[in-house]
């Protein structure tokens, strides 16, 4: 039996049980102990039809780690082991910063969900960055993006300097960075979607943020909660400005959409909002004419699942709350059942399949 399937077995029949018998946030910080602890047998072997090269870099596979398991770096070698193509660490604020009051994640056991408030809880990028160096050091066979959020006490008009000093203390350790303003826990954030924010913002990142992160790619991760059209205008001003993809997207603050009526505040993931992540990303794919890779995120649980996000149009897709339901196997499941999907299909690549539902 491979490594992988023994975790997952164990995982499904005993931790499961025990983790969720634990609060939300406890069970999590135990998670990434036990996965910082675990042994680094190597990750599995890829089949060759799953690899993918975006922005000339080679992911042995389309799936990631969505930000947000690991904030601080602390488990970078088990998402290896586990069989991620590439891991997202983060986000990561400048400063250390505990984030909001506790309680701040729920489950949603019915619907095999997640609500979360965490409002970006840091070790600070001085605490991670040595943490990236050592893997970096050791050598890792997986992409590592870093996402990166500004502090919650940073003034409007600072934003772009938290942004500027992550670039710079951390660009260098990042196959790609991706740029958070979608995170609806940190007041006023969202706001930075907006096609004249995002003009201010990068024009002062172009210009301060220094050799450090100069040639890696920079993704911005989205909201679904954004109305079709301020969408629209946000993906030509990711195309007017360069940007190298869009991450569609973070967690809803809808509710009864979604039919998941709740007393908890934050953002919802998991399968209530798969159906409009996949929305999103066709309509990012269809309206940018493919020009721009996306990463496909929210509510995968399945192969499937995957496979309909590719099909719609992302290059590349992540998982959080699927592993916390599914067990950490998922990550193998979905890419055998990829590699069978893509033969049933006749595609010989991921890459053939990407936007073809559109
Ligand atoms: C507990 C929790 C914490 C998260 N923290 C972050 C974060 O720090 N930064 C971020 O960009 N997204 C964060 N996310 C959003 C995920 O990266 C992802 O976009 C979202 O959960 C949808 O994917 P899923 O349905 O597979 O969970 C978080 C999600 C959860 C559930």
Same mark, same amino acid.
């Given at each position: 039996m491979p490594a992988v399937s023994i975790i997952d077995a164990v995982y499904?029949?005993?931790?499961?049980?025990?983790?969720?018998?634990?609060?939300?946030?406890?069970?999590? +910080?135990?998670?990434?102990?036990?996965?910082?602890a675990m042994p680094a047998f190597g990750p599995p072997r890829d089949k060759p039809e799953l690899g993918i090269k975006l922005w000339g870099i080679d992911f042995p596979n389309p799936i990631?780690?969505?930000?947000?398991?690991?904030?601080?770096?602390?488990?970078?070698?088990?998402?290896?082991?586990?069989?991620?193509?590439?891991?997202?660490?983060?986000?990561?604020?400048?400063?250390?910063?505990?984030? !909001?009051?506790?309680p701040r994640i729920w489950r949603v056991p019915e619907r095999r969900a997640l609500i979360n408030r965490l409002g970006f809880p840091s070790e600070g990028m001085e605490a991670v960055a040595p943490r990236i160096e050592r893997i970096r050091k050791a050598g890792i066979s997986i992409p590592l993006a870093l996402n990166f959020g500004p502090n919650s006490d940073t003034p409007p008009e600072g934003i772009a300097?938290?942004?500027?000093?992550?670039?710079?203390?951390?660009? +260098?350790?990042? %196959?790609?960075?991706?740029? !958070?303003?979608?995170?609806?826990?940190? &007041? @006023?954030?969202?706001?930075?979607?907006?096609?004249?924010?995002?003009?201010?913002?990068?024009?002062?990142? @172009?210009?301060?943020?220094?050799?450090?992160?100069?040639?890696? &790619?920079?993704?911005l991760k989205i909201s679904p909660d954004l109305e079709r059209n301020e969408m629209f205008r946000i993906c030509d001003t990711a195309l007017a400005l360069g940007l190298d993809g869009?991450?569609?997207?973070?967690?809803?603050?809808?509710?009864?959409?979604?039919?998941?009526?709740s007393p908890h505040p934050g953002g919802?993931?998991?399968?209530?909002?798969?159906?409009?992540?996949?929305?999103?990303?066709?309509?990012?794919?269809?309206?940018?004419? @493919?020009?721009?890779?996306?990463?496909?995120?929210?509510?995968?649980?399945?192969?499937?699942?995957?496979?309909?996000?590719?099909?719609?149009?992302?290059?590349?897709?992540?998982?959080?709350?699927?592993l916390v339901y599914e067990g950490p196997g998922l990550v193998v499941r979905i890419k055998s059942g990829l590699a069978d999907l893509l033969?049933?299909?006749?595609?010989?690549?991921?890459?053939?399949?990407? @936007?073809? %539902?559109?």
């Amino acid at each position: 039996m491979p490594a992988v399937s023994i975790i997952d077995a164990v995982y499904r029949h005993l931790l499961k049980r025990f983790l969720f018998a634990q609060d939300a946030e406890r069970a999590h +910080r135990m998670t990434l102990r036990m996965l910082a602890a675990m042994p680094a047998f190597g990750p599995p072997r890829d089949k060759p039809e799953l690899g993918i090269k975006l922005w000339g870099i080679d992911f042995p596979n389309p799936i990631g780690l969505a930000a947000g398991m690991d904030k601080d770096a602390v488990a970078i070698r088990g998402w290896e082991t586990l069989g991620f193509g590439f891991a997202e660490l983060g986000t990561i604020t400048p400063r250390p910063q505990a984030g !909001n009051e506790i309680p701040r994640i729920w489950r949603v056991p019915e619907r095999r969900a997640l609500i979360n408030r965490l409002g970006f809880p840091s070790e600070g990028m001085e605490a991670v960055a040595p943490r990236i160096e050592r893997i970096r050091k050791a050598g890792i066979s997986i992409p590592l993006a870093l996402n990166f959020g500004p502090n919650s006490d940073t003034p409007p008009e600072g934003i772009a300097a938290d942004y500027i000093a992550l670039l710079a203390r951390l660009g +260098r350790l990042a %196959d790609f960075i991706v740029v !958070n303003v979608s995170s609806p826990n940190t &007041p @006023g954030l969202r706001d930075w979607q907006s096609p004249e924010k995002m003009r201010e913002l990068f024009a002062a990142v @172009g210009e301060h943020a220094g050799e450090s992160a100069r040639g890696r &790619p920079v993704l911005l991760k989205i909201s679904p909660d954004l109305e079709r059209n301020e969408m629209f205008r946000i993906c030509d001003t990711a195309l007017a400005l360069g940007l190298d993809g869009i991450v569609a997207g973070n967690t809803t603050v809808a509710r009864a959409a979604v039919g998941v009526p709740s007393p908890h505040p934050g953002g919802l993931s998991g399968p209530p909002i798969l159906i409009r992540a996949r929305e999103l990303i066709r309509d990012i794919y269809t309206h940018t004419r @493919g020009q721009i890779p996306i990463i496909g995120v929210g509510g995968i649980a399945s192969a499937e699942d995957a496979w309909l996000h590719i099909r719609a149009g992302a290059s590349l897709v992540e998982v959080y709350t699927g592993l916390v339901y599914e067990g950490p196997g998922l990550v193998v499941r979905i890419k055998s059942g990829l590699a069978d999907l893509l033969r049933r299909g006749g595609f010989r690549s991921i890459g053939e399949a990407v @936007g073809i %539902d559109r």
